[in-house]
């Protein structure tokens, strides 16, 4: 559980695999973008300080972060990835839209999951303001996106490793 004033997307680099032979799937929400770009920036700087090659980094958007299910089933399909990491931001509003969203995601990564071979890395902020998503893309909290490359190492070394 995030607390107030602390940092949770620390790590040290020398308990993370190399990530210089793995091929990295992003799928990035469009919506909410001030967000999204900021979690992606966060995991794109986590997996290049890691070793991650940037031609090893493959970039999808999507409109929103219900697609995001779709592009990560699509990405493991077509692209040759170890792992994907799925990006996006739901912000509670005034009406269910908010639980839809969020359930569907939610249980369709995990379906991703248990289906495929390949991890799929859950990189959704479902806050209920906006500053608390600000405070989780690379303020106040850290960067959630930071915390989703290292899962994403540690999950692709566990796949080819296992």
Known sequence: MATANKNLSNYDKNTIP??????????????????TEGLYSGA?????????????????NVPGSFELIYGAKKMIETQNVDVVIVIGCVIKGETMHFEFVCEGVTQGIKDLNVQTDVPVIFCLLTDNNEQQSIDRSGGAHGNKGTEAAIAAIKMADLRRNA
Do not use: H, P, T
């Open 44 to 60: 794109e700087a986590a997996l290049l300080d890691c070793g991650a090659l940037e031609n090893n980094l493959v970039r999808w």
């Open 18 to 35: 190399n990530a210089k032979d793995f091929r990295f799937g992003i799928v990035v929400s469009e919506w909410n973008d001030k967000i």
